[in-house]
């Protein structure tokens, strides 16, 4: 991230995006982070030497940490954010290269939280997303073959009600004879909602920027229920104390 900070203000500064995640941010916990923040974002981050994760939030997004979520062994960022129509509980993830047993220990861990955030906020929305260096034959693009972080993602997504929806190569490698692959991906309870796209990258970045549009209605004025009023003002107290 320190390498691309410049791209990562430039996009902010021309696209504007209500939120932008950033997973493998390689940066130890600063004691002085004022050099990435940028004007008109507020910055949340769990930063890890070799991991970590962090968000840009625009200052008119409604949003809250939902810190109690999260486990300080894996590189994860948990939000709840209201958008005044509908509440949204995203997961920025990043799974580093560990071995499989580390691996299912953070798919168990996402499982759990999430069942947590949706328990607390049963109408919410649910979105995970980020480097989850995974691969599945059956699921991922390309489509060659499955490892065990393919498998645990898989599961994950099907036990959550998710639908994948990058469809195509979000790392493009720099090595002659090795596969584009699509590590990056955005997990959705709600898939009609939204449309991805995905571009070049920030900088000097090796994964390609993913682009999330969602599209909100607004509420049903004629889906209300029946309610009682009481008019104490107009009743007859003296008839019914009689």
């Not at 004022?34 to 970590?52: D, I, K, M, V, W």
Request: with cysteine.
């Amino acid at each position: 991230m320190h390498s691309n900070i410049n791209a990562v203000h430039h996009h902010l500064e021309t696209d504007k995006p209500h939120l932008l995640f950033l997973t493998e941010t390689q940066i130890r916990c600063p004691s002085d982070a004022a050099y990435l923040n940028y004007p008109g974002y507020s910055l949340e981050h769990h930063f890890r030497q070799r991991a970590g994760v962090c968000v840009y939030v625009r200052n008119d997004i409604c949003c809250q940490r939902l810190r109690h979520l999260e486990d300080p062994d894996f590189s994860t960022l948990w939000l709840l954010v209201d958008t005044g129509m509908d509440k949204i509980v995203y997961a920025c993830v990043y799974r580093s290269h560990s071995g499989d047993q580390e691996t299912t220990r953070l798919f168990d861990h996402l499982s759990m939280a999430a069942d947590t955030a949706l328990h607390r906020h049963p109408d919410a929305q649910f979105v995970a997303l980020g480097d989850f260096n995974a691969c599945h034959q059956d699921w991922l693009f390309p489509y060659q073959r499955t490892d065990h972080a393919g498998r645990e993602a898989r599961n994950f997504a099907v036990s959550m009600g998710l639908s994948q929806l990058v469809k195509q190569a979000t790392r493009v490698p720099d090595i002659a004879g090795h596969t584009a692959n699509c590590l990056d991906l955005l997990l959705t309870t709600d898939p009609d909602r939204c449309i991805v796209t995905v571009s070049s990258p920030l900088g000097t970045s090796d994964h390609c920027l993913v682009k999330s549009v969602t599209s909100f209605s607004p509420p049903d004025c004629d889906s209300r229920g029946e309610r009682r009023v009481w008019r104490y003002k107009s009743a007859d107290w003296d008839e019914m104390t009689d």
